[in-house]
């Protein structure tokens, strides 16, 4: 059973950066998908950007593209998201999911916000001001 603890949340001013990350326990190196969502409050869950594991692919958010990079460290099973360029309208909890999928799968799940699959950390509040 995957288990997922986040950390790096704060607050920030409008144009600076944050690196959330998600440090994995359990098997997830294999045919897993992982990533990161996000809730405003009043607002439904959005994927944010995942990765696949097997090969590397990525996707990311129409709003976040550009300024948000997902990368994971093998070495130390951790997830990571750079937020570069952060805009008042990224404040949000941001929570990190796995969940074992195809590559094609893994890019759905993530258009779709389906928060009710897979394996989710605790989540770690963002706060970006103007």
């Known amino acids: 059973r995957v288990q997922l603890v986040e950390s790096g949340g704060g607050s920030v001013q409008a144009g600076g950066s944050l690196r959330l990350s998600c440090a994995a326990s359990?098997?997830?190196?294999?045919?897993?998908?992982m990533g990161w969502f996000r809730q405003a409050p009043g607002l439904e869950r959005e994927g944010v950007a995942s990765?696949?594991?097997?090969?590397?692919?990525?996707y990311y958010a129409d709003s976040v593209k550009g300024r948000f990079t997902i990368s994971q460290d093998n070495a130390k099973n951790t997830l990571l998201l750079q937020m570069n360029s952060l805009k008042p309208e990224d404040t949000a909890m941001y929570y990190c999911?796995?969940?074992?999928?195809?590559?094609?799968?893994?890019?759905?799940?993530?258009?779709?916000?389906?928060?009710?699959?897979?394996?989710w950390g605790q989540g770690t509040q963002v706060t970006v001001s103007s």
């Open positions: 999911a796995a969940a074992r999928l195809s590559v094609g799968g893994c890019r759905e799940w993530f258009i779709s916000g389906n928060a009710h699959f897979g394996a």
């Open positions: 359990g098997n997830t190196d294999s045919s897993y998908c």
């Open positions: 990765i696949y594991i097997d090969d590397g692919s990525t």
